[in-house]
């Protein structure tokens, strides 16, 4: 998508995920004529979700880069320059930098476990992490898995007690193996055949890819048909430093919230958070679709008050 500037215009989104296009499609149909900003991972996270069965409209399932591009086919594809900017600009999810991570990413090799987890029913899958989010991923894994295991770098996990608990009791049914001081290097298989194996390293001092010449380091294959990656996110909000937003320690950024409207307003006049540039918790396309339809919503009731505002002051001038 270009992003020709031609005029000034009423409303900037930044984002083509799920939520910065159905914010699209709601301020288009509102007459606002949106500006939205493409960024480097064209369509969000949904591009790397093997197929997503949870968005209405789809009985049947779809794949998420499908899916991104019939938003685009319906999102205003103007392009011109803001009275009021829509942050939807994501979070990307951390990722190792292993061989076979790119070629293998939405085809076996996954960052979320709720989107994917059941097209790899039946088959061993392996958590990458050693926090709330991998112990999470891997409870919630063992509805689909025969086994599951998860591969920490170090001997202690991160995760709060809650989580350990419930990963322990998945332990002792004998549906989680745990693999302390373990960590992935390579993922094996191909787009066609999905993920066939991968080689790990071991090493009980901990850390072993920063040890592999130590000769206690040990390497080996192991056999998995997924393997889903749970090291955190990073929002995308570094542009908005220093405009006056809140944002929490991690980034996320801080919005009204609440019940009644004005949901997405941020501390700055004009400009609203949408989908997981603010959810760090939900993270589905649904949410991220309902925020990105309040934002455009929210963002409507900014500019007619803006407007409202002009007719008022332009009448008191005439008098």
């Not at 600009?89 to 076996?108: F, H, I, K, N, Q």
């Not at 088959?123 to 919630?140: H, R």
């Not at 998945?170 to 390579?186: A, F, S």
């Amino acid at each position: 998508m270009t992003t020709e500037a031609v005029d000034h215009r009423r409303l900037i989104i930044a984002g083509t995920g799920i939520a910065g296009l159905t914010a699209a499609v709601y301020a288009g149909r509102s007459n606002n004529e949106p500006l939205v900003l493409e960024g480097d991972e064209p369509g969000g996270q949904l591009t790397l979700t093997t197929d997503v069965a949870n968005y209405p409209g789809f009985p049947d399932g779809i794949g998420g880069p499908e899916l991104v591009q019939k938003m685009k086919s319906v999102s205003n594809g103007d392009q011109y320059t803001c009275d009021a900017f829509i942050a939807a600009s994501g979070a990307s999810a951390r990722t190792l930098g292993v061989p076979g991570e790119d070629e293998l990413m939405g085809y076996g090799l996954s960052t979320c476990a709720t989107c994917d987890g059941a097209f790899f029913r039946g088959e061993d899958m392996l958590v990458v992490g050693g926090g709330d989010a991998a112990m999470e991923e891997a409870t919630f894994l063992t509805k689909f898995a025969d086994t599951v295991y998860i591969a920490h770098r170090r001997e202690e996990f991160r995760a709060e007690d809650y989580w350990i608990d419930r990963v322990q009791e998945k332990v002792d049914e004998g549906e989680i193996e745990i693999m302390r001081n373990t960590e992935l290097l390579e993922v094996y298989g191909s787009p066609e055949e999905g993920v066939s194996h991968v080689t790990l390293a071991r090493n009980e001092s901990g850390y072993p890819k920063e040890n592999l010449d130590d000769p206690e380091t040990e390497t080996f294959d192991h056999d998995v048909g997924a393997v889903f990656l749970a090291i955190g996110h990073t929002p995308n909000t570094e542009y908005l430093e220093g405009t006056g937003v809140g944002m929490d320690e991690a980034g996320y950024l801080e919005t009204a919230g609440g019940e009644g409207g004005g949901q997405t307003e941020t501390a700055v006049d004009g400009i609203f958070g949408a989908g997981d540039v603010v959810d760090y918790h939900y993270q589905q396309a649904i949410t991220a679709g309902g925020m990105g339809c309040k934002a455009a919503m929210d963002a409507d009731e900014y500019l007619e008050s803006i407007e409202d505002a002009e007719t008022v002051a332009t009448g008191a001038a005439d008098d």
